[in-house]
């Protein structure tokens, strides 16, 4: 099984602060998916990236993939409360895009 | 459409006692499956189906069976609850393997005392 370490695992920003969370593997994933999940409920897709160096942008939300598909990165421009979650990212092994591989996640609070 | 259903919601067990958790999807979904999520380890896969009849073993299937008879129900059954199985079950489709669009339940909140 393919491993993903996210990091970090806690962030605790004051609101209009950026932040960056990465995602790093030593395999090469086939694709990346990032998640939202609020308490009590199932994580929510955000975005898939497929190609290595792809940048894909939501809103305030930038996403990368690294040139080598083995590492990627969100970054969220000028935080809001609303954007306080838990995020993950998540490895696509090989063609199966339903079987993935999940990293620890990282709890982003953002205060007012 | 409800998306993907999960019941119950929370559950307390006893150890040794069996139990079925309950998925469904109204999306026409080929793929199924189910993970479990733990503090500090993210999601990890139990089993998961590619279709009707059809089921393999994730990274963490010991003491799980998991059946697929229809297209919409992908249940979870615990054989013989322990301690370690307490987590949070989630129940996820997609609309076929090679499809990125993942969908998940709400989750089953399992406690095993």
């Known amino acids: 099984t393919q491993l993903l370490e996210q990091s970090p695992q806690f962030l605790s920003i004051q609101e209009g602060e950026n932040l960056t969370v990465y995602c790093n593997s030593s395999s090469v994933f086939s694709s990346l998916q990032w998640y939202r999940q609020e308490p009590g409920e199932g994580p929510v897709l955000l975005v898939t990236?497929?190609?290595?160096?792809e940048v894909k942008k939501l809103k305030r939300l930038t996403f990368q993939f690294g040139d080598a598909r083995k590492d990627s990165s969100l970054h969220i421009t000028a935080a809001q409360p609303g954007d306080t979650g838990l995020y993950l990212c998540?490895?696509?092994?090989?063609?199966?895009?339903?079987?993935?591989?999940f990293g620890q996640g990282t709890i982003l609070t953002v205060h007012p | 459409n409800a998306g993907v259903t999960q019941t119950p919601k929370f559950q307390v067990l006893k150890t040794g006692q069996s139990m079925t958790l309950q998925c469904a999807q109204d999306?026409?979904?080929?793929?199924m499956s189910w993970y479990r999520q733990d503090p500090g380890m993210g999601l990890r896969l139990i089993h998961y189906?590619?279709?009707?009849?059809?089921?393999d073993q994730g990274e963490v299937p010991n003491g799980y069976n998991v059946s697929r008879s229809t297209t919409e129900d992908f249940p979870l059954r615990l054989l013989s609850a322990a301690p370690s199985q307490t987590s949070v079950y989630f129940c996820a489709s997609n609309p076929s393997p090679r499809s990125y669009e993942q969908y998940f339940g709400p989750g089953t909140r399992l406690t095993v005392t």
């Open positions: 999306m026409n979904h080929e793929y």
């Open positions: 189906s590619v279709g009707a009849g059809i089921t």
């Open positions: 990236v497929v190609t290595g160096g």
């Open positions: 998540a490895g696509v092994e090989g063609t199966s895009y339903g079987k993935l591989t």
